[in-house]
């Protein structure tokens, strides 16, 4: 059973931590409040920017920047993404207002191999062509399968390089995106690739009876 909201406490190190904006604070509690006990935090963009009163890209930016601090760790259930806490000595370095080091009761996540594999330039975040819950996880199901298939994992700049590629061939449109992104992983490929549209004949349609009339003469 979920616990009731009773409101987002900000712990000391969250809110004196010069690093982070208003909105990163915010966020980063709510993570804390809620992944208690070792869990999982479920919330969509859209939710929680609506909770907070921000847009759904600030406050992807803001996720993209707690992960790229090596706060938390971003992951995939089969149906949404999730978000655990990741370590706290990366915490500890952020730097303080007050100059003090800093101390703190939130909870870790094993996600040590998880972390350890990220390729993060710090300073540096991936921009996504469309902003849906839908759109973000079917891209997460992409990087998940080409995991799977042991595929080279992208860079942050290979990734960024394929999502403009993506919203190219997709003509700006979501939906053709995702399909490109479906039709990929259906098919077993490694790239993503324009939807092959049908063919149609050029040809104009032969008509029996005026062929008929055309060759009697008439």
Not at 158 to 166: I, P, R
Request: net charge positive; proline share 3%; hydrophobic share 35%.
């Amino acid at each position: 059973m979920s616990k009731a909201f009773t409101g987002v406490w900000i712990p000391k190190d969250i809110y004196l931590a010069e690093g982070l904006t208003p909105t990163d604070k915010l966020v980063y509690a709510d993570i804390v409040n809620l992944c208690s006990n070792k869990g999982e935090y479920f919330k969509a963009n859209d939710t929680i920017a609506k909770e907070i009163g921000a847009s759904s890209r600030t406050v992807q930016r803001s996720i993209q920047k707690l992960e790229n601090e090596g706060l938390i760790t971003k992951g995939f259930n089969g149906r949404s993404r999730t978000i655990c806490l990741s370590s706290i000595d990366k915490m500890a370095k952020l730097p303080r207002q007050n100059g003090e080091a800093a101390t703190t009761n939130c909870p870790t996540s094993i996600q040590d191999s998880i972390q350890d594999s990220k390729q993060v330039s710090k300073g540096v975040e991936i921009i996504y062509p469309y902003e849906s819950e839908i759109f973000l996880q079917t891209w997460m199901i992409w990087l998940q399968e080409r995991k799977e298939k042991k595929l080279k994992k992208y860079t942050q700049k290979g990734e960024q390089a394929q999502l403009h590629n993506l919203q190219k061939i997709s003509n700006y449109d979501e939906a053709t995106a995702i399909k490109i992104i479906e039709q990929s992983i259906a098919q077993g490929w490694a790239g993503l690739f324009a939807i092959k549209q049908n063919k149609t004949n050029s040809r104009p349609k032969l008509d029996a009876a005026k062929a008929l009339k055309w060759a009697s003469g008439r």
